[in-house]
Nanobody, 121 residues
Framework: QVQLVESGGGLVQAGGSLRLSCAAS????????MGWYRQAPGKEREFVAG????????YYADSVKGRFTISRDNAKYTVYLQMNSLKPEDTAVYYC??????????????WGKGTLVTVSS
């Protein structure tokens, strides 16, 4: 069992930056791929970024490539999402997720409760 708690969300102006963190419980953290998803108001949840258990493989949605960076620190049981050049369309609840593989075509096993990111124009 893995429990995930997100933090770092908030209100930011367009063009600004935020860093989301996801703290995981359990000693098996380093065995799991991790990722971030988001759900905007009135829309379905969508994949944002994924990282393999070792950190050697990274995956991004086209909409965030070049602006967002996912990373992890297995010693701290934490995964991060650095978000730069934020746009109003990035406004959403961001969810941390864990699974065997976390990409745009897989469904993670574990989910956090989410953190709200609001980008003002």
């Amino acid at each position: 069992q893995v429990q995930l708690v997100e933090s770092g969300g908030g209100l930011v102006q367009a063009g600004g930056s935020l860093r989301l963190s996801c703290a995981a419980s359990g000693r098996t953290f380093s065995s799991y791929a991790m990722g971030w998803y988001r759900q905007a108001p009135g829309k379905e949840r969508e994949f944002v970024a994924g990282i393999s258990w070792s950190g050697s493989s990274l995956y991004y949605a086209d909409s965030v490539k070049g602006r967002f960076t996912i990373s992890r620190d297995n010693a701290k049981y934490t995964v991060y999402l650095q978000m730069n050049s934020l746009k109003p369309e990035d406004t959403a609840v961001y969810y941390c997720a864990a699974g065997i593989v976390v990409t745009s075509t897989t469904t993670p096993t574990y989910w956090g409760k989410g953190t709200l990111v609001t980008v003002s124009s």
